[in-house]
Every structure is written in structure tokens, then in C-alpha cells.
């Protein structure tokens, strides 16, 4: 039996003290013992995303980062002000957000992801940010988007008359002048996803002449120019779509964010695209600074198709989902993995589309056993009945599956190649439904004994925990892995492991209680009840919602979201209640802004 | 127009057949200008990076002239001649400490994307951005190239401020980037070259009063994307004005489709990325190019069954010390067979009276020594190519102890002529005595 704790402690506590050069085993590990001594663990909750490696967007400057727990979860410093709201960092739309954009700008969809910069970074690399944020423009980029600006160009203006309401190409003289104003007045706000200011008017305005003069262009080809300019432009290729209106706000200063900033940032994360008819038509109503009208707008988003979109990216990227078909695995002992890759992460989908489509329910997404799968899926999770390759219905055994957590899909991602992997799927349930932290491995790490030494792997990996070098995280996370030793390395259901019956149970200690359970099912059924599994998954949907991590100015409003999660069950009442929270409507200014021309 | 005579001027036939476009294509080359200011010699750095460290017992020759090549170093012995070891171990070595993070609580892995800058993440810029930087003023625009073969890895190129050079991880992407992307036909020139002209002289417009307004943080972000920018219409500027000559050839644009992150298809990834680095330095498109081999953390679960490796991951086989010697020594000596790949790429290529690889160095590094200690200290270091007579080659020199690697990066950019007094932070000074031909 082993124990867990939640992560609480401060992140400063888990940074090494400056350690000599790593050349001596012993050296490394007496430090190590000491961290250890002194703490839970090596591995402790810290606000994500910050990292000796990589210093992301957003994180805030200068503040120091404490423990956001969410409801219940900790930090236990100073109370959350209500008022405060995040930093909001500068993203470049994704590929994904630009091919969906230009679907419903334009239409288009002839585009792939590869002809634009490769833009998603996996932040996972950097501690406990589980989800894909685009990069900057790097040097070759600026080919690309040329690229694919012309090809749009040049595409709309094979098809004007469809985008712009007035005969293309019309007279010359008046006519030219009112269809050249209708489109920079009606079409371009779309592509800039907000009002023009007189400034940006009269810049493509001049552009226009240019075309028309110095490259005698048409019409129609001088439209097809703005665009190509356009599509190019900071307006379009990025997520600050700033209200001309605001006044310079000074450094440090909580501003609330104008309706199309709002909008914009309502529509990116709830559909990953631009804003439709009816958001922009509240945004120019100005209503949307009211959180009733943006409660309103939210609830009419989730029930549009589009919503999905944003569910499946959602999930997809927090569960590593596309690596799936890449993971490595034995061909000698799995060879049946690569039919069940695509099967497994389409199941996922399907149960995810299922939840959020009908109860939005969150034990459901944990525990639920109502899932899909073909007929070499339900054959792997011991179903009969199945057949045929599409995904159908299925009711798994609860004694073996229970949500997400048991599915094929996150253990044969999270399991090794050729068995189980309890520190790896440890991990990945500390860092995505815990919160919690993990430092890089210490600079010596002695390899458990291989499978020929006998022993069941949580036998071996005990014996390796007893290392201090290795425990100190080990001991934190492999108590999590070993509940699912009842499934090998693609995540098929057995009892006995190396010629020995498995051992799945253990207790954890959750929201300050500890609990036993024997296997899998009963421990995501704790997770699932857990305060502090809620709270994490709020603060998931913030990191994604954002695209940065959380600050202690968000607190008040991730305790407002996960209070509505906690209350209702409802993961589509976490999204309202973060929508209108303060950090959603509102950002902290930083240094330097200025007021658009 | 000046027309420098060139030995190794662009076959503008070759370019076009391997474009598979009509003969009025011409892709938008210059470089004849900045040429004529270093010398006649177009000098080349690339940079190939992995991780996880070596075998050093099978890594380092003894000091003095390359004799029998130690056993990972085996494939290149065909350019044996060309190359020059820095060895580690016992009584030297060049040292990455300094730069692994603030505190030096973690060492490789951690040092990965310090390894061409020389400190910690990307405060400062790497090399290779700034040989590019001097090249630009140069009048040669687009001479940065970042690569790499696993997307969402770490990276070795960075701007000031923390800004990462992403390299491109997608074949059929950089193919287009290089050798389709800005091609025009002459009777389009003047037509097309002025539309851009103007497109982009509307886009850096609106960019830098987005620049204006945004936070100070987010500057650099819009300084990224505004030099890109410029680059773009530098080469514009200078269009039309070179001629393809001979060696300048794009490899058949191939790589559509292939799978950028299963394990499995890392050697033929990595060669269409070979493939179109040494096109492109071949063809005088880049001179500064980083390749991001992998990293990933340590490559959890890549494996290596085309090499009989198939079990367990790199990261578990470099953490198994002795008992996996046997195994890392065969992916160890994978890796330098690529090096060897591109050397031969480039090494029979003439140049005038020399190949391609005598005017380049391909710097290989690796973010550890030994990968069971995570150890910075004794870095493994190989330069392929004298940079034009720069280094001395042949040979396996020995660096004092704890040799900073700043200085190391230091003396690669006094190869390419660019004349530091340093790189990166902490360290002033250079290896230039000891690595100078």
C-alpha cells in the first residue's frame, strides 16, 4: 500500500540548490535526500508553464508564481482578489484557427496545415502545460504566409461577386468608389474582426490607387491585391484585435477588454474560428460588456456544431491523442497495436462528442462506461457482438474501464513499449489532472531491474524507489500508475504481470482525506469526486483558453469556475462561468502599450 | 549590374529540371555581392544537434593525428582528412556548465537549447543568428536556415530576447519554402515583383504600428515577424540579378506525407531534410543552418529497429550506462553516419579548386557526455570542414580543463568571419590557438 499527497507546496521549495557540476552519483543524491527530507517530494504543485527550460508567453514577470490549487486545492497565502484578471500574451492565430478563419471569411478551404508555418510548440516540454500554443514567426515564415495569402487572394477574387454585395467589377467613376467603400466598410471589419480605423482605411485605400495605377490592375484584381495585404497583416494573423477606442492603459492596471476583443476572444475559444454574424452584430451593439448578454452568447456557441471543433482540440491535445498512432510499441508482443491506434483515439472522440453533446457530465467523461468501439476494439476490451470497422456503442465492463483514465487510448500512450509503465502513467495523471509539477529528472537516474530479475514491474519498481535519488518522485507519482497495473502497455486487461498476480491497490490522500482503493475504477472514481481533480481541470481549461498559464491574478475567477463545475457537474457550466469571469473579460496591461492609428 | 566570375556558378538547367518548371523559371538568388566581400569564398556553417550524450570510450580518439578511427567515429573516415575532434575526458574538455540555467540545478537535457547560444535560453542570440545577422548587412538576406526532423522539440536557434528560431520539421514545406515559394517568370517580373513589393511594403507598415501598441514583452514577437518580413523583400530588391550556376540542384520534392513523428520514420526524414540543407548550401541559399536532430527531452520513445535497436527507447538506453554500451554505441555511430551523409553531400561538390565542404564547417554537438550522468562537462565536439581553412583538421586536439564552450562559439564565428570578442554571456576569449589552422 502506498500514499499519496497532493501537490501543495511553494515551487521555490522544489528548486535544487546549486548543485556542483553533475560528475558524482553520491553528491546528486545526498542533495536529492535532503529535498526530499525536507518536503513531500522533489515533485510538488507549483503554477505551471514556468521551467529552467523554456520561459513561455505570459508567464507574469517579476511576480513570482504561487499555488493555484483551485476549490479547495490549497495555495493558502493571500485571499483571491476579485478584481484581478491575467496578463494576456500575444498568440499568432494556429493553423488550425487560420484554415478555419479562412473557411468562413472566405469560404475557402482549399488549404492544408502544411502550407502554413508549422506554429503548434508543444509547451509540454515545459512543466505541466499539456497543450500546443504557436510559435513565433520564425525567419522562413513570412514565404509561407505569403503564400498562402496569395493563394487566398487569388481564389476570392475567382469568386468576388459571392463576397462583396455590389456588381464586381462595377463602372468606373461612382460606382467603382461606392463598391471599393462597401467592401472596406463591410468585408474588411470581418477580416480584421473589428472596425477599421480611419488610419487602416486610408492605408488600403492608398494601396488600392497603388494597384490600380502602378500595377494597372483591375477591379477586381485591386481587391484581390487589399486582401493579399491584408491576410498578411498583423490585424488578421493575430489575436489582438484591439478596440481603436481604448485609451493607452498604463502598465499594471486591470482594463476591460472592448466587444471585439471580446468577441474574438469568445469565438477563437469556443469554435477556433472568427466570430459569426450574430457575436459581431452584439460586439457593434456594444452588449457584450455585460456578463448576462455574454452568458447569453456562450450558451447559443456551446449548442452550435462548431462547439465541437473546439471540445475535440480540446481533448485531443490534452490527451496527446494525435501521438497516439506514433507511439512505439513491440511488434513482437503488441502486434495487433497499430489496427487499434485509429480506433482507440477515435473512440475518445466519439465519447467525448457523446458527453459534451448530451450531459456535459464530468463523472461521465471519468467513470462512464457507455463507449464505442469496432469490432477489433470491443474485441480487445473483451465485448462480444461487435462487428464490422465503425465504431458502434458499446457498454464496458465496470469492473475493468471506468472514463477516460482506463481507456485504450491513455494507456497505451502513457504505457511502454512492451509492458506497463506505472511512473509514466503516474505522471501523466499528476501533471494533467493533478496539477501538479514534475522537476527534470536529477542528474543520475539508475535504471529499475529489467523483467529477467524477476518480479512482478511494481515489485521492481519498488526496490528502484528505495534509490533516493529515483523516490523522490517516484514515490509521489508511481502510487497513481500503479492502480492501473491491472492493464499492460497498450492498456489490455490482466491480472497477473511476469508470472505474478498484479497488485493494483493503494490509498490516496485527496482534498486532505486519505482513501484506499483496490484497483483503477475505484481510483478514478475518487478522482472524479475530488475537489482538487476539479480544480485542476478548470485550470486546464483557463491554460487552454489563454494559451499561458495560470497567475495568481486568476484565482478569483478559476475558483468561480470550478465552483460551477463542483456544483453542477457540468463541464459546459465550468466554460460559462469562466467566459464571465473576470480574468476573461478583463486583462492586466503591461508595459509599453500604445493606442492604435 | 556587377558580375563577379564565380567557379561555381549556378547550372540555371539543373535548377529548372529539378523544379520540374519551364526555363523562363527563375528562383531569386544573390549572392555574387557578398561573395566578392568575403574573399570569393562563400563560407558555410552548419550545425547538426542531438541529445542524450555519448559512449566516450568509442567517441575520442587520442590526441594528435587522426589515426584508426575510434568506432563511433567510423563512418567518416572517408573525410577523415577534413575532420578535427575535440576531445574530452580526464584532463580537459570544453565545458557547457555555465549555461545550463541560472542555478545549474539541472545539466544536460536542460543545455540543450544553450548549446549555440552560450547561456541560458535564449536570452542572447545564437550563432548562427548572428553570422546571419552580418551577412544581411552584407547584402545577402535570407542566409539563416533552421531545420529540424521532430516538430515541438527543443531548439537550438534563438533571437535576442528569448525568441526561438522554430526550425521547419516538414519537407515538402521547407522544399516550397526554398526552392518554389519565390520563383517568377521574367515576363512576370517586373508585374509580380512590384505587387510584392507593394503587399509587403503595406505589411511592414501595419507591423510596425501593431509593434507600437502592443507590450513591451511582445515587441520582440513583431520584430521576429517584421524581419521575416524584410527578408522577403530584400531578396526582392535584388531579384533577377544572379545567374544559377553549376552543383546547384533541388532534390525531387518527395517528402509529402511522411509522418514528421513516428519513430519509425526518422532515418528517411532526416535524409529529405539532408537533402534539401545541402541543396540549398549547394545552390549558395543558406549559410548559417542549424539542424535540430532530436531532442525531445531525451526521445522517450524513439527507437532505432532499422539498426536493430527496437527496444527500449533512446533515453532508457543512454540512462543504462556499461550495460547498454553496445546499443549506443551502434545509434551513437548512426548519428555520425549522417554526418558523414552531408559531408559527402558537400564534399563532391566542387568548388573551384575545392568542394563545398572545404568552405563549410558542419559543427556536431550533442547536450551531454556521457547520457547516464546528464554530464555538461567534456562535451563531445566534431567539426567537419575547415570553414575555408579556418580550423586545422585531420587531427584530435585536447583543450585544458574545463575549456568554456562559449569560447568554443566564439572561434566558429571567427571561422565564418565574423569577429567576436565573445558569445553569449560570462566568458570573453576564444579556442583560436588551439583550433586554428
Known amino acids: 500500500m502506498t500514499q499519496l499527497a497532493p501537490p501543495t507546496a511553494r515551487a521555490a521549495d522544489l528548486q535544487h540548490p546549486g548543485l556542483a557540476p553533475p560528475r558524482r552519483r553520491a553528491g546528486i543524491c545526498t542533495v536529492l535526500a535532503l529535498v526530499a527530507s525536507g518536503l513531500v517530494g522533489g515533485c510538488v504543485g507549483q503554477v505551471g508553464k514556468t521551467g529552467p527550460d523554456d ?45 478555419n478563419t479562412a473557411r468562413d471569411l472566405l469560404r475557402d478551404t482549399t488549404l492544408t496545415e ?35 495569402a496569395e493563394t487566398l487572394a487569388r481564389n476570392a477574387v475567382a469568386h468576388l461577386a459571392t463576397l462583396l454585395p455590389c456588381a464586381t467589377p462595377p463602372a468606373a467613376g461612382a460606382a467603382e468608389t461606392t463598391c471599393l467603400n462597401t467592401f472596406l466598410t463591410t468585408f474588411m471589419p470581418k477580416v480584421y474582426r473589428r472596425p477599421l480605423t480611419t488610419t487602416e482605411t486610408a492605408h488600403l485605400m492608398s494601396l488600392y490607387a497603388t494597384g ?103 481533448f485531443t491535445d490534452f490527451l496527446d491523442l494525435d501521438t497516439l498512432a506514433d507511439t512505439p510499441k513491440s511488434s513482437a508482443v503488441y502486434a495487433m497495436f497499430p489496427a487499434l491506434a485509429g480506433p482507440m483515439a477515435s473512440e475518445i472522440k466519439s465519447f467525448v462528442t457523446g458527453i459534451m453533446g448530451s450531459t456535459g457530465g464530468f463523472a461521465d467523461l471519468m467513470t462512464g462506461t457507455n463507449s464505442y468501439a469496432n469490432q477489433a476494439l470491443a474485441s480487445f476490451y473483451g465485448v462480444s457482438g461487435v462487428t464490422g470497422t465503425a465504431l458502434k456503442p458499446v457498454m464496458l465492463n465496470p469492473a475493468q474501464r471506468a472514463g477516460i483514465l482506463t481507456s485504450g487510448a491513455f494507456l497505451a500512450l502513457s504505457g511502454d513499449t512492451d509492458e506497463s509503465n506505472p511512473p509514466r502513467r503516474g505522471k501523466a495523471i499528476y501533471t494533467k489532472f493533478l496539477c501538479g509539477v514534475m522537476p527534470p529528472p536529477p542528474n543520475n537516474v539508475p535504471k529499475p531491474a529489467d523483467a529477467s530479475a524477476g518480479g512482478t514491474m511494481r515489485q521492481r519498481m519498488e526496490v528502484h524507489d528505495q534509490n533516493p535519488c529515483a523516490g523522490s518522485c517516484h514515490r509521489i507519482i508511481e502510487p497513481l500508475g500503479f492502480a492501473f497495473e491491472e492493464y499492460g502497455g497498450i492498456g489490455e486487461f490482466r491480472t497477473v504481470d511476469n508470472n505474478a498476480p498484479v497488485d493494483s491497490s493503494g490509498t490516496i490522500v485527496l482534498d486532505g482525506q486519505t482513501h484506499p482503493y483496490s484497483n483503477a475504477p475505484e481510483l478514478v472514481k475518487l478522482l472524479a469526486a475530488s475537489d482538487s481533480v476539479k480544480g485542476c481541470f478548470a485550470t486546464q481549461w483557463l491554460r487552454y483558453a489563454f494559451g499561458r498559464a495560470e497567475t495568481p491574478a486568476d484565482q478569483a475567477s478559476l475558483n468561480a469556475a470550478t465552483g460551477a463545475l463542483t456544483s453542477t457537474g457540468d463541464i459546459r457550466e465550468l466554460i460559462v462561468a469562466l467566459t464571465r469571469s473576470r480574468t476573461f473579460m478583463y486583462r492586466t496591461a503591461t508595459a509599453m502599450e500604445g493606442v492604435l492609428k | 549590374m556587377i558580375s563577379i566570375p564565380t567557379p561555381n556558378r549556378y547550372s540555371r538547367r539543373s535548377l529548372l529540371k529539378g523544379l520540374g518548371l519551364g526555363m523562363g523559371v527563375l528562383p531569386l538568388l544573390n549572392s555574387e555581392r557578398v561573395r566578392a566581400q568575403s574573399g570569393g569564398v562563400a563560407k558555410r556553417l552548419i550545425t547538426m544537434v542531438w541529445g542524450s550524450g555519448v559512449v566516450p570510450a568509442d567517441f575520442y580518439a587520442p590526441a594528435g593525428p587522426l589515426g584508426t578511427l575510434p568506432p563511433i567515429l567510423a563512418p567518416l573516415d572517408p573525410w577523415k582528412s577534413k575532420v578535427l575532434q575535440i576531445r574530452g575526458r580526464n584532463l580537459g574538455g570544453i565545458d557547457s556548465k555555465v549555461m545550463t540555467d541560472a542555478g545549474n540545478r539541472y545539466g544536460g537535457h ?52 528569448k525568441v526561438k528560431n522554430t526550425p521547419e520539421t516538414n519537407p515538402s514545406r521547407l522544399f516550397t519554402t526554398l526552392f518554389a515559394g519565390a ?155 549522417q554526418v558523414a551523409y552531408l559531408a559527402a553531400a558537400l564534399g563532391t561538390n566542387p568548388e573551384g579548386a575545392v568542394t563545398t565542404l572545404d568552405n563549410t564547417s558542419i559543427l556536431v554537438l550533442n547536450d551531454m557526455s556521457e547520457g547516464d550522468f546528464h554530464d555538461v562537462q567534456n562535451l563531445p565536439v566534431l567539426i567537419v570542414g575547415s570553414g575555408g581553412g579556418f580550423f586545422k583538421t585531420g587531427v584530435c586536439v585536447q583543450p585544458q580543463a574545463n575549456a568554456p564552450h562559449n569560447q568554443l562559439l566564439t572561434s566558429v564565428c571567427h571561422a565564418m568571419g565574423l569577429q567576436v570578442a565573445s558569445v553569449g554571456d560570462t566568458y570573453t576569449g576564444d579556442l583560436d590557438s588551439l583550433l586554428k589552422a
Open chain 1, 55 to 99: 520561459q513561455p508567453p505570459g508567464a507574469v514577470g517579476g511576480g513570482g508564481n504561487r499555488p493555484v490549487g483551485g476549490a479547495g486545492g490549497g495555495g493558502g497565502s493571500a485571499p483571491a482578489d476579485p478584481l484581478a484578471a491575467g496578463v494576456r500574451p500575444l498568440l499568432l492565430l494556429s493553423a488550425r484557427e487560420y484554415l
Open chain 1, 114 to 148: 502544411d502550407a502554413l508555418p508549422s506554429g503548434d510548440e508543444d509547451l509540454q516540454a515545459t512543466p505541466s502545460f499539456a497543450f500546443k500554443e504557436p510559435h513565433n514567426v520564425a525567419t522562413q515564415d513570412g514565404t509561407l504566409l505569403q503564400g498562402a
Open chain 2, 110 to 161: 536542460v543545455s540543450y537549447p544553450s548549446l549555440l547560444t552560450g547561456t541560458a535560453t535564449g536570452t542572447m542570440p545564437s550563432i548562427d543568428t548572428l553570422i546571419a545577422a552580418q551577412l544581411a548587412t552584407a547584402g545577402l538576406p535570407k542566409a539563416q536556415l533552421n531545420v529540424g526532423c521532430r516538430p515541438g522539440s527543443t531548439a537550438t536557434s534563438w533571437r535576442a530576447g
Open chain 1, 212 to 314: 490600380r495605377s502602378t500595377l494597372a490592375l483591375g477591379f477586381n484584381d485591386a481587391i484581390g491585391l487589399l486582401l493579399e495585404a491584408a491576410l498578411q497583416s498583423p490585424q488578421f494573423l493575430y489575436h489582438w484585435e484591439l478596440d481603436p477606442a481604448n485609451a493607452v492603459p498604463a502598465a499594471g492596471t486591470v482594463v476591460k477588454l472592448g466587444n471585439y476583443e471580446l468577441a474574438n476572444r469568445l469565438s477563437y475559444f469556443l469554435w477556433g474560428t472568427m466570430p459569426d454574424t450574430a457575436l459581431f452584430a452584439a460586439a457593434a451593439a456594444g452588449q457584450l460588456g455585460d456578463p448576462a448578454v455574454v452568458e447569453t452568447q456562450v450558451r447559443r456557441m456551446l449548442a452550435d456544431a462548431k462547439a465541437s471543433d473546439a471540445y475535440l482540440n480540446f
Open chain 2, 183 to 337: 520563383s517568377v517568370t521574367p515576363q512576370q517580373t517586373n508585374t509580380l515583383l512590384l505587387r510584392r513589393m507593394s503587399v509587403l511594403d503595406h505589411v511592414t507598415s501595419e507591423l510596425k504600428n501593431f509593434q507600437s501598441v502592443i507590450g513591451a514583452e511582445d515587441k520582440s514577437k513583431v520584430q521576429a515577424h517584421l524581419d521575416s518580413v524584410r527578408q522577403i523583400e530584400m531578396q526582392l530588391s535584388a531579384g533577377g540579378t544572379s545567374t544559377p550556376g553549376a552543383g546547384c540542384s533541388p532534390p525531387p520534392n518527395t517528402g509529402a506525407g511522411i509522418s514528421v513523428t513516428s519513430p519509425l520514420t526518422l532515418p528517411d526524414h532526416l535524409k529529405l531534410m539532408l537533402d534539401l540543407v545541402a541543396a540549398a548550401v549547394k545552390c549558395d541559399m543558406a549559410r548559417a543552418v542549424t539542424i535540430d536532430i532530436l531532442d525531445n527531452g531525451g526521445a522517450n520513445n524513439q527507437t532505432f529497429p532499422w539498426i536493430n535497436v527496437a527496444t527500449p527507447g533512446f533515453h532508457s538506453i543512454a540512462h543504462n550506462g556499461a550495460a547498454a554500451f553496445t546499443q549506443k554505441t551502434v545509434i551513437d555511430t548512426w548519428f555520425i553516419s
